[in-house]
């Protein structure tokens, strides 16, 4: 069957032939149709279809290739057809992909994996390219990191700077103890409003997600979910090539991707952020810690740049404007007053390096971390760009 599919992605611009198909599965027309329909849900037509106008759209969207040029290379006789299809598979036309590209769809090749029953009854399955997570202190930046590795593992475009300025996050921090904190208002203000941050970016994406909290009895017991449910909810997930984000504790982000799993469920296979392990771990009774997550289910057509532009801007302005406390620690106009009055009483003493010979801009952003953020020791990327 991968040997069909690859035939497939080869001759993909030229005239396909069912019997030619089938011949590389070794099988008959009819018979290998079937087992197709079977495995992947789709007809061998559908998928074909697919493919060719996921390509078209990023052709038009990318080169500066007309519509009727489009529809000849993907095997479409007139534009009016092609235009029809591409509008029923995107849900936008050829001219509006070419001016913007926002909303258009992606259709990976299929990729056959073969899940291996037996035994005590158990089954593995593992997402590929999902990248490596690393976890530096950043509450505020490592649910960029999350939805990020999630987007590569699905195939789908994600740039990182553009993410964290469509969540606010980067203008969200909290003062105290003469000290900026190192995380944002977010990690501090749960209970206002779960799973604000992951929802706007998200929505200004294009993408429906399942949001989910999990709540317990004073045990510990679960109460609005159970084992089997949660198991289902994560197996099938990841059954689609789509991880899971899920969160412990008190936190509201997601500390790792679950893009894996064993024994059905029983134990899933993510990054350990505390031990930033280069392999894998495998979390058994991972139900018992889980206090909530996200998974993807379908991207639509995604909000323009101007309006998810100025949806952040109004975030980012209503958070500065506030004059409160959240669990102690200050926050919005109140953290700023606090940082400048700091300022004003702060004669730099604590700070040695800075008279240190020919210090550098590593050694010296280290030496004012606790009264500055440690972001100073990253290159800021241009998010007006």
């Known amino acids: ?167 606010g996050e980067g203008n969200r921090f909290c003062w105290t103890e003469g000290a900026w904190v190192f995380g944002n208002e977010c990690m501090e203000s749960l209970n206002e409003a779960p799973f604000e941050t992951e929802a706007r970016v998200l929505h200004a994406l294009g993408w429906r997600a399942t949001y989910f909290q999990v709540l317990r009895g004073q045990e510990g017991q679960l109460l609005n979910t159970d084992r089997e449910q949660l198991r289902r909810e994560f197996v099938e997930a990841i059954d689609r090539g789509i991880a899971v984000m899920p969160y412990w504790g008190h936190f509201q982000i997601g500390y790792t991707v679950f893009f894996g799993y064993e024994e059905d469920g029983a134990r899933m296979i993510g990054w350990d952020y505390q031990e930033n392990a280069a392999e894998p771990f495998a979390w058994e009774g991972w139900e018992e810690n889980i206090a909530g997550y996200i998974i993807l289910r379908e991207k639509g057509e995604a909000k323009t740049e101007r309006e998810t532009a100025l949806e952040a801007m109004r975030h980012v302005v209503s958070h500065a404007r506030r004059a409160t ?19 004003e009483q702060d004669d730099f003493s604590g700070c040695g390096l800075l008279a240190a010979e020919a210090p550098t801009v590593n050694h010296v952003a280290h030496s004012v971390e606790h009264r500055f953020f440690y972001l100073l020791r990253q290159p800021v990327p241009n998010l007006c760009a």
């Open 1 to 167: 069957m991968q040997r069909a599919i690859g035939y497939i992605e080869q001759n993909l611009l030229d005239e396909l032939k069912i019997e030619e198909i089938a011949g590389e599965a070794y099988s008959s027309s009819a018979n290998f149709q079937r087992t197709f329909h079977i495995i992947t849900g789709m007809t061998v037509g559908d998928y074909i279809r697919n493919r060719r106008l996921s390509l078209a759209g990023q052709e038009l969207c990318q080169t500066k290739c007309r519509a009727i040029d489009a529809a000849l290379k993907y095997g479409y006789e007139t534009a009016e057809s092609f235009s029809k299809a591409f509008a029923r598979f995107h849900g936008i036309t050829p001219s509006a992909a070419r001016k913007s590209g926002a909303g258009l769809k992606m259709f990976a090749p299929l990729s056959i994996q073969l899940n291996i029953r037996g035994g005590f009854d158990m089954r593995r399955r593992m997402i590929p390219n999902i990248p490596e997570l690393v976890y530096d202190g950043n509450n505020a930046g490592y649910f960029i990191k999350v939805l990020d590795a999630v987007l590569q593992g699905m195939g789908e475009p994600s740039v990182p700077a553009q993410l964290m300025a469509l969540s």
């Open 325 to 343: 406390e959240v669990n102690g620690r200050k926050v919005g106009l109140t953290a700023w007053e606090s940082f400048l009055y700091h300022l």
